[in-house]
């Protein structure tokens, strides 16, 4: 039974340029066995048609108005970010918020919400790929590009596109407990819970056919993950001093070479548990990582989750 709460109001402020699939995220979230608690409304700078991104307007049920008096406010991503909002939309954001309302951005939301001051001092995330941008436009903001969402208590936000039902579900987990988000998320076919300390599944690292110094180390590395190999090794193919190697692997990966090593050893792990139903121990052989002890260890340190929560997630494996 879920705990007896007052219906919220909630208005998602679709700023132009908006993109659909984030605009819909909250309605289809908080209105999934929770109609009763939660009134959505979605809103603009007045009422009327908002453009989309995808080439069709939605249409704000009500303006700024609705903004200022709602208890949480959703900012979706808007292509026009990191431009910032107009001044009465940062001047909403911010009375919302002084208010005591809930505000939460999804993906580049973010930046609505930086420029409104409202991240300042904050620690805040958004898409992994604007997240430096984010963090040199507003160096007040501490951006982290490694997690689903950030949960400030009057301030959240969460990563790009599919991290925003991530963070709806979290809303109706605090507002109504997990048996109530466990069943809408059952309802719209979403994973019943990702933690928003989990990483972001970004993109694998794949050396580039340039004339980079490691790109061809790297490379024969990925083939013989499952080999132990040492940075020793990696030297000796690169033909380099162990010294100069680590300055090579700083310059064009951000790592040193055991840091790079490890984590290709956690994405080959990431991979076998998405396509194989190899058991966990063999899973730690074929990637390098030893024992499964081991990839657990190194497996939640990089991805925020274990391994048997990630295949569960996203497992292609047969039953």
């Given amino acids: 039974m879920s705990p007896t709460v007052d219906a919220q109001d909630v208005a998602v402020l679709a700023l132009p340029q908006a993109l659909p699939m984030e605009v819909g995220m909250p309605f289809q979230v908080l209105t999934s066995r929770t109609a009763e608690h939660y009134r959505v409304t979605l809103c603009g700078r007045r009422p009327g048609p ?66 409104a001051g409202l991240l300042d001092g904050r620690r805040a995330t958004t898409h992994w790929a604007h997240a430096d941008q984010l963090a040199a436009q507003y160096p007040l903001v501490r951006v982290d590009a490694d997690v689903l969402f950030v949960d400030e208590g009057d301030v959240i936000t969460s990563a790009g596109v599919a991290s925003g039902i991530d963070a709806c579900l ?19 076919v979403a994973a019943p819970h990702r933690d928003g300390g989990q990483a972001q599944f ?28 040492t940075v020793a090794d990696l030297a000796r193919h690169a033909r380099m001093s162990a010294r100069t190697l680590a300055r090579a692997f700083d ?69």
């Fill in 170 to 188: 979290h809303l109706v987990r605090t507002d109504l407990g997990a048996a109530v988000a466990n069943r809408v998320a059952r309802a719209i």
């Fill in 50 to 115: 908002v453009p989309t991104t995808g080439g069709f307007p939605v249409v704000a049920q009500a303006g700024l108005e609705a903004v200022v008096a709602a208890d949480t406010v959703i900012v979706p991503a808007y292509r026009t970010a990191p431009e910032p909002p107009p001044d009465d939309v940062l001047d909403a954001l911010r009375t919302a918020h002084a208010r005591g309302a809930r505000i939460m951005s999804i993906c580049v939301g973010a930046f609505a919400l930086a420029a």
């Fill in 202 to 229: 970004i993109a694998r690292d794949t050396p580039t056919h340039t004339a980079s110094a490691l790109a061809a180390t790297r490379a024969w590395a990925l083939e013989h993950l499952h080999e132990p190999l």
């Fill in 251 to 319: 310059a064009e990966t951000g790592r040193s070479p055991l840091r790079w090593l490890t984590a290709a050893r956690v994405d080959r792990a990431r991979d076998l548990l998405e396509r194989t139903a190899w058991s966990t121990d063999r899973v730690a052989h074929e990637s390098g990582l030893g024992t499964a002890a081991n990839m657990r260890l190194h497996f939640h340190r990089q991805v925020g989750v274990s391994p048997s929560d990630y295949r569960r997630t996203f497992a292609n494996a047969p039953t």
